[in-house]
């Protein structure tokens, strides 16, 4: 089994919280990593080697794999 959370990148802020939330719900549901899908209207290549990398929750030990589905054109 394994994990997917979907949500919208808004920002800096809501994305630190959607990988707090994602490592939760990975929790509830007994596995260790879960995948966080992000929507983004455009996103470069540095901001994605910056937030796609993994985090691992130290309260839960879930690891989160954050991935940025770009909506708009390039």
Not at 36 to 51: A, G, P
């Amino acid at each position: 089994m394994f994990g997917l959370e979907l949500k919208s990148f808004a920002d800096i802020r809501q994305y630190r919280k959607a990988l707090i939330q994602a490592a939760k719900y990975g929790k509830k549901l007994g596995v260790l990593e879960i995948w966080l899908v992000l929507f983004i209207e455009t996103v470069d290549e540095k901001n994605r080697q910056q937030f796609e990398a993994d985090y691992t929750d130290n309260k839960t030990g879930v690891i989160v794999h954050p991935v940025f589905v770009q909506t708009g054109k390039a």
